[in-house]
């Protein structure tokens, strides 16, 4: 991720965010945004988050 521009990096969170939350609103599901947390978490850390 060192190597990643952070305004590039910031847009994709917050494009991942959205799309989340609008699969959840649309599903009525908070899965995926659950999903959405884990994986940028898992992204950001470097590891894997369960």
Do not use: N, Q, Y
Not at 10 to 27: C, F, H, T
């Amino acid at each position: 991720m060192a190597d990643v521009e952070p305004r590039s990096l910031a847009a994709l969170i917050v494009d991942l965010w959205e799309g989340a939350a609008l699969r959840a609103k649309a599903a009525r599901d908070g899965a995926p945004v659950d999903a959405a947390i884990v994986f940028i978490v898992a992204s950001l850390s470097g590891g894997r988050v369960d």
